[in-house]
């Protein structure tokens, strides 16, 4: 696996889901590593291989289909601020 989840991802997850929230990982690793990335931290959907306008446009997805959308991420290979409406939440320090 390329990267590992910080040690409080899994409980910053559930709290989002407690809250009933919708988490979606978006993500350019391969379909593999997500799979196993996103089963460690409770996520169940999720989207591999995107390139960072791959993940603009999902979220452009969900914004025109009525869904509020907030980010988390490292913002390693995605450009902060995120050119969209989407509201950066957080980022992980290096």
């Known amino acids: ?7 409080d991802t ?3 997850i559930r709290c ?5 929230l919708k988490v979606v990982m978006l993500t350019g690793d391969n379909e593999h590593n997500a799979a196993a990335i996103a089963r ?10 995107l390139l960072p ?4 446009a999902e979220i452009e997805r969900l914004q025109a289909a009525g869904e509020k959308v907030g980010m988390v991420g490292d913002g390693s290979t995605t450009p902060w601020p995120w ?4 509201s950066p939440s957080a980022r992980a320090p290096k």
């Open 40 to 49: 460690e931290v409770g996520i169940e959907e999720f989207r591999s291989g």
């Open 53 to 56: 306008e791959d993940k603009h």
């Open 10 to 12: 899994v409980s910053a």
């Open 83 to 86: 050119p969209t409406r989407a």
């Open 16 to 20: 989002l889901q407690v809250n009933e």
């Open 1 to 7: 696996m390329g990267s590992s989840p910080r040690h």
